[in-house]
Nanobody, 124 residues
Framework: QVQLVESGGGLVQPGGSLRLSCGAS????????MGWYRQTPGKQRELVAN???????RYADSVKGRFTISRDNAKNTVYLQMSRMRPEDTAVYYC??????????????????WGQGTQVTVSS
């Protein structure tokens, strides 16, 4: 069974930095796009940034120039370096990945997986 496990959330002051990590484990054949989303109460989950298997990146306009996404394919891990953080960055951050894996049924396919979410709070 494939799992995504996030770490690195917490409380940070405005202008500060945090680094999120998300590692994938399980019966993985390959990983395509990995990304980070965030969600606040009453709002839809929104894309923060994603990165393809050949390191093409895309960012939400609100985080361009402040956040950097990267990945370590050898570790099946994606990172989100957040700098110059603002109160409006406060949210639950979710990791996502498009993974070619073998299901417990024995069927191999390309599936979308999500992490459990990690709280990020930007406040003085």
């Amino acid at each position: 069974q494939v799992q995504l496990v996030e770490s690195g959330g917490g409380l940070v002051q405005p202008g500060g930095s945090l680094r999120l990590s998300c590692g994938a484990s399980g019966s993985i054949f390959s990983i395509d796009t990995m990304g980070w989303y965030r969600q606040t109460p009453g709002k839809q989950r929104e894309l923060v940034a994603n990165i393809t298997s050949d390191n093409f990146t895309r960012y939400a306009d609100s985080v361009k120039g402040r956040f950097t996404i990267s990945r370590d394919n050898a570790k099946n891990t994606v990172y989100l370096q957040m700098s110059r953080m603002r109160p409006e960055d406060t949210a639950v951050y979710y990791c996502s990945a498009e993974i070619v894996a073998v299901r417990p049924t024995g069927i191999m396919g390309r599936f979308d997986y999500w992490g459990q979410g990690t709280q990020v709070t930007v406040s003085s």
